[in-house]
């Protein structure tokens, strides 16, 4: 029996697409011809990508009426030209080179991919990519431009331990984070020109201090005259970038504070959610926003994410793994780290964490109770009313089908040798 489709066949009146490069674009407008019928009329032009000709495009487009400007994800080369258009008032569209370019045999220039490109949008064959609005934009900046300082300091820190390994000393294996009171301490004695192996292991503070015969154990590399001149010298410049790099990260958390402060409320709930802190939360919101109507429903977000599995079929058959694919990074990792601090609560998404750990695997398990948390996150930020609430650690058990529970236990006892007759309680 046939059913009625929902496919919108009408074609956009008015549309532009551009193909961006560095240092200029090739601009295709699609008008509709005076006369009557479905004639159409197209210009090709090329133009600077500087803001003065951008606003001269911009200024064109507007007084003909375009509806829609569609562009492709060209490196970051599209960014001026999307917010100059988006301040002229126009619609600009961010699509994905992959969704257009698809088609085998047909040549390849700027003007006929420009023109390809106008011809698919204005028969609406294309979806646009989530650009978020301003405010948003420049809390991701920060957020993203912190992520990176975070792993220049941890490669640095990684550099001195390495530095220490080459000079024969080995505090890392007697420090659990050579970086802290402790450790600072003597490797600043150690720039300083101290290579007394007592001298340095008693500078330990706290706990430190029960490790005073380890640590001495652990600068004996001094006594035969491995660290010199030349490990000094890297070890002090690598420090002092692991120092101006925290200085740095200190300033990126004021801006940030800042910029979090009209999504106060949003960060605050957000941070109800087991895995989740209020560094997370700003991570979150920069990559996702607040305004889940770009979002219809739990399940776009996830799949906008890449955090649910990819379907094929073919011949009646599954194909592939069902891999979910390579998403927001930064999002991604955020929700991993999400994902395996709950497994370490006492919560449900700890709970179902650690089930799914133990079936399939961690890092099915993370990309499962990413999911988890992801659904829970668009659900808060779509009802600005909507608190976090624990389901418990026992909610799979209390819901599990008894009949599934009773035959998998038989089935167990079965495979270990034994004849199990059911009879019921009193």
């Not at 000393?169 to 490797?187: E, W, Y």
């Not at 101290?194 to 004996?220: G, V």
Request: charge should be positive; hydrophobic fraction near 40%; glycine fraction near 6%.
């Amino acid at each position: 029996m046939f059913a009625e489709s929902e496919d919108d066949e009408q074609i956009i009146e008015r549309v532009a697409a551009l193909d961006i490069g560095k240092a200029e674009l090739v601009c295709c407008v699609r008008l509709p011809a005076r006369a009557s019928g479905r004639r159409r009329v197209q210009e090709v032009s090329t133009h600077s990508t500087m803001v003065r000709s951008l606003s001269e495009l911009a200024n064109q487009l507007v007084d003909l009426r375009v509806e829609r400007v569609v562009m492709e994800a060209t490196s970051d080369y599209w960014k001026p030209v999307f917010y100059l258009l988006e301040a002229h008032g126009l619609q600009p569209w961010l699509v994905n080179a992959r969704d257009v370019k698809h088609l085998p045999g047909r040549p390849k220039t700027d003007v006929l991919d420009a023109v390809w490109l106008c011809k698919v949008a204005e028969r609406q064959m294309l979806r646009p990519s989530f650009v978020p609005p301003h405010d948003i934009r420049r809390l991701r900046d920060l957020t993203r431009y912190r992520v990176d300082l975070v792993a220049v300091r941890t490669s640095e820190k990684n550099r001195v331990e390495k530095l220490l390994e080459d000079a024969c000393l080995k505090l890392s294996v007697v420090a659990s984070d050579i970086f802290g009171v402790s450790g600072r301490a003597m490797l600043g004695a150690l720039i300083a020109g101290e290579r007394d192996p007592n001298t340095l292991a008693e500078m330990a503070r706290s706990r430190m201090r029960s490790k005073i015969p380890q640590l001495q154990e652990a600068f004996a590399g001094l006594l035969t005259g491995t660290f010199d001149d030349h490990h000094r010298f890297l070890l002090d410049r690598m420090l002092t970038r692991i120092d101006r790099t925290e200085a740095d990260i200190a300033d990126l958390d004021a801006q940030i504070e800042q910029h979090l402060a009209p999504f106060g409320d949003a960060v605050a709930r957000l941070d109800e959610i087991p895995g989740i802190g209020p560094v997370a939360a700003a991570i979150i919101i920069a990559e996702i926003g607040v305004d889940m109507t770009r979002f219809p429903t739990p399940g776009h977000l996830s799949s906008w994410a890449k955090f649910a599995p990819g379907i094929k079929s073919s011949a009646g058959r599954a194909k592939g793994t069902g891999a979910t694919g390579h998403g927001n990074r930064y999002l991604a990792r955020v929700l991993g780290d999400a994902a395996t601090g709950a497994g370490r609560t006492s919560t449900f998404l700890g709970a179902r964490y650690r089930r799914l750990a133990r079936r399939r695997g961690k890092k099915k398990a993370i990309v499962a109770v990413g999911r988890s948390t992801l659904v829970i996150i668009w659900h808060m930020l779509a009802n600005p009313d909507a608190r976090f609430e624990d389901l418990g650690t026992d909610h799979h058990d209390r819901l599990i089908n008894t009949a599934a529970q009773r035959r998998n236990h038989l089935r167990a006892l079965e495979a270990l040798g034994y004849r199990v007759t059911l009879e019921p309680a009193a």
